[in-house]
């Protein structure tokens, strides 16, 4: 597919998330603090998109705002067609219940639950009726079928995030978030974890956003995304910005 072909398909594709004007403050004992400042951008269904910046550039805090983890202060986001910033927190729920997966860095495992309970449980509380066979099939995908009935603290720091891999695509979601989701990772693991992520994105069509340090991983995206002081200073493209 040429360079002007793929524009062409991309300027007809509906974006699955819309952010306009987005702006984040929190008051402290010396008034307002902006976090995030006038951000507005687009993104395809099925793309992927990393968030690059330094600590405290208010990354982290643009992807709980896209998740609807945090209420906006100014500024509209419509996912997934739906207007998150008018949301009350049981609507926001029911919509990242409904199209949103997540991948936390600390992996965000129910202790007492097997991995294979740990995957189910989403898909559960969707009301899915095939929660374990969808479950079964991730677990598998992601190398730890011989591993279903173990708790996370009989895991490794890479099979635990591989469990939380496949508890995020339980579902089939249609937006994936993932805040670092390998800096708590050795490289091996780390690379692994990445590869999951980019196959799974394009095997089930999945929309992937990302908060990283890693330049390389960013490359891997179709876009990236650059914050700094909590401003949206550049949108520029990765190396698979025009995959077919």
Known sequence: MTELSQININQTVKPIIQVRNLSKKVNTLAGELPILSDISFNVKSGESVAIVGASGSGKSTLLGLLAGLDATSEGEIHLDGEPLHQLDEEQRAALRAKSIGFVFQSFMLVQSLTALENVMLPAELAGHTDAKQQAMSLLTKVGLEHRLDHFPSQLSGGE???????????????????????????????????????????????????????????????????????ELIKDSSGTRAYAG
């Open 160 to 230: 635990q995030q591989r469990v939380a891999i496949a508890r995020a695509f339980v579902g089939s979601p249609k937006i994936l978030f993932a805040d670092e989701p390998s800096a708590n990772l050795d490289t091996k693991n780390g690379h692994l974890i990445e590869s999951l992520l980019f196959e799974l994105n394009q095997e089930k069509g999945t929309t992937l956003l990302l908060v990283t340090h890693d330049e390389h991983l960013a490359q891997r995206c179709n876009r990236i995304l650059h914050i700094d002081g909590g």
